[in-house]
């Protein structure tokens, strides 16, 4: 079981930025694609970014060089950094984990989401 704990939203103001934090239980890199979803009032979860055991990143086409995926294995905590914020990506932001779980017999896979972090932007 993979535990996941998001910090560092909050309230800014537009053009401003914010380092979102989900720390891990554990060393998990190796074997979960991490990523970032959000969810707006009213609207269905999307996702934003994601970072895959090999370090590839992908990103929302409404997010792309504005917002910045990465994940520290020491700490392991993976991290968005997002920059030039817009009111639009106001939002409850999820840390998604999903993990491939092989033996010599059998891949299973799990799926985790923390708890989420609210980010709001004022115009």
């Known amino acids: 079981q993979v535990q996941l704990v998001e910090s560092g939203g909050g309230l800014v103001q537009a053009g401003g930025s914010l380092r979102l934090s989900c720390a891990a239980s554990?060393?998990?890199?190796?074997?979960?694609?991490m990523g970032w979803h959000r969810q707006a009032p009213g609207k269905q979860r999307e996702l934003v970014a994601t970072i895959t055991t090999g370090s590839n990143t992908n990103y929302a086409d409404a997010v792309k060089g504005r917002f910045t995926i990465s994940r520290d294995s020491a700490k392991n905590t993976v991290y968005l950094q997002t920059n030039s914020l817009k009111p639009e990506d106001t939002a409850v932001y999820y840390c998604?984990?999903?993990?491939?779980?092989?033996?010599?017999?059998?891949?299973?896979?799990?799926?985790?989401w923390g708890q989420g972090t609210q980010v709001t932007v004022s115009s």
């Open positions: 998604n984990a999903v993990c491939t779980y092989s033996t010599i017999s059998s891949v299973r896979r799990g799926d985790y």
């Open positions: 554990g060393s998990i890199f190796s074997i979960c694609a």
